[in-house]
């Protein structure tokens, strides 16, 4: 079992930037993938970016130039640098861990832009 937990999230005015953190703990030997989602109010959620275990990175093209995923392999820690937000970048934010075949979520962590 794997337990996933975001954090980093809040109240940003448009052109500003966020941080989110995603730490996976519990029987994380074998990662393969680990992504971040979003679902914005009203919509279906949507992938924003994924890196793999071997460090190769994909983002949604809402989002290149802009957001950087990147990880820690020794805390089993993935983050989201978010920059020159814009509104429509508001949603949750979740978190995606892909042991082998199993897919494991977080809760989500609320991202708000607004002036």
């Not at 966020?18 to 992938?47: D, H, T």
């Not at 993935?78 to 809760?107: F, I």
């Amino acid at each position: 079992q794997v337990t996933v937990m975001e954090s980093g999230g809040g109240l940003v005015q448009p052109g500003g930037s966020l941080r989110l953190s995603c730490a996976a703990s519990g029987s994380v030997f074998s990662i393969n993938i680990m992504a971040w989602y979003r679902q914005p109010p009203g919509k279906s959620r949507e992938w924003v970016a994924g890196i793999t275990s071997g460090g190769i990175t994909n983002y949604a093209d809402s989002v290149k130039g802009r957001f950087t995923i990147s990880k820690d392999n020794a805390e089993n820690t993935v983050y989201l640098q978010m920059n020159s937000l814009k509104p429509e970048d508001t949603a949750v934010y979740y978190c995606n861990v892909a042991v082998r075949t199993d897919h494991y979520w977080g809760q989500g962590t609320q991202v708000t832009v607004s002036s």
